[in-house]
Nanobody, 124 residues
Framework: VQLQAYGGGLVQTGGSLRLSCAASGGTFSNYFMAWFRQVPGQEREFVARISWFGGNTYYQDSVKGRFTISKDNAKNAVHLQMNSLKPEDTAVYYC??????????????????WGQGTLVTVSS
């Protein structure tokens, strides 16, 4: 399984970005796809996830109402639409795929496959 994340960049506070993650090399129908982010010196943090089969979504509280995770079955891709961006959203964003147990659905340990990361910088 390979994941390739792209779409990061520099944006001003209040702006928007759309991250994408292209998945290949596997069958993802029973997977969860997720986005995490990491600031240097800090732990990798859960942002959002979506179930590939049912499309159920879940978000970290700090991004609810601003970020939207979605999937494109035909293209085996997952997107993260980020609106109303804040400086505290600045991080390297990673897409991930896996079949986490319930207690690890927001834990990086629950995801076996990772993309390379894409940097999002929100200027104040």
């Amino acid at each position: 399984v390979q994941l390739q994340a792209y779409g990061g960049g520099l944006v001003q506070t209040g702006g928007s970005l759309r991250l994408s993650c292209a998945a290949s090399g596997g069958t993802f129908s029973n997977y969860f796809m997720a986005w995490f982010r990491q600031v240097p010196g800090q732990e990798r943090e859960f942002v959002a996830r979506i179930s590939w089969f049912g499309g159920n979504t879940y978000y970290q509280d700090s991004v609810k109402g601003r970020f939207t995770i979605s999937k494109d079955n035909a293209k085996n891709a997952v997107h993260l639409q980020m609106n109303s961006l804040k400086p505290e959203d600045t991080a390297v964003y990673y897409c991930a795929a896996g079949r986490p147990i319930h207690s690890e659905k927001m834990n990086p340990r629950g995801y076996a496959y990772w993309g390379q990361g894409t940097l999002v910088t929100v200027s104040s």
